[in-house]
């Protein structure tokens, strides 16, 4: 997530992008952000869980297509500035705090078999593995991937397929797992960073 975040600045760097309102491209982030939110809001009332999280993030990218709408259309350069400050760092924000909560609350261990990697991969090379695994709780059967995932060189240190492992579940929700022998601190980092931003934009939009 911390790459992201340095991805996105060196978007922003390249683009030229100055907080001139008629600039082609906050034209296009207000109407793409407008898109996605509606696609989420989609997806939302879809799902009979209906899931607070894609709710949040609906809610906050349709936040963020109207706060630069409005900065377009006012030539507000704060209302912009806005626009694309504060609703990405809430997500961010949000994210990493979901992340830590569900690490909290898998609490109870049990012994697990690791059946499968899923790897998620970039352009430039850069690879994440997710380990998946199978195990009982209660007498029930569950396969599931943790919530966690790892560079590829951190996962072949730490895992084989085929071995067994303790997991730690969480007891209310026993489909959501974690391997915790690594804490996920790169999470901590995106928060208070995302948390900056955030006080950062509001200081702005008020005294800047």
């Not at 600045?9 to 898109?35: G, N, Q, Y």
């Amino acid at each position: 997530m911390i790459k992201i975040l340095f991805m996105g600045v060196d978007v922003m760097i390249k683009l030229d992008i100055t907080m001139e309102t008629d600039h082609p491209v906050l034209v296009f982030l207000a109407l793409f952000s407008f898109i996605l939110a509606l696609l989420f809001f989609f997806v939302a009332f879809k799902l009979k869980t209906r899931p607070k999280s894609i709710f949040l993030c609906a809610f906050l990218l349709l936040s963020a297509s109207v706060l630069l709408s409005l900065g377009i259309l006012f030539r507000s350069d704060k209302l912009t500035m806005a626009g694309i400050e504060l609703p990405c760092s809430l997500i961010f924000f949000f994210f990493s705090l979901s992340t830590l909560i569900s690490y909290h609350k898998c609490r109870k261990s049990v012994r697990a078999k690791l059946t499968d990697c899923r790897v998620s991969s970039s352009r430039s090379g850069w690879e994440r593995c997710t380990p998946c695994f199978t195990y009982e709780y209660e007498g029930g059967p569950y396969e599931s991937c943790s919530f966690l995932s790892y560079s590829k060189g951190t996962f072949q240190k730490l895992f084989e397929t085929g071995g067994e492992y303790t997991i730690y579940i969480d007891p209310h929700t026993p489909n959501i797992c974690a391997d915790k022998r690594r804490f996920p601190l790169s999470r901590v980092v995106v928060l208070i960073l995302s948390l900056a931003v955030f006080i950062l934009g509001i200081i702005t939009v008020i005294w800047g």
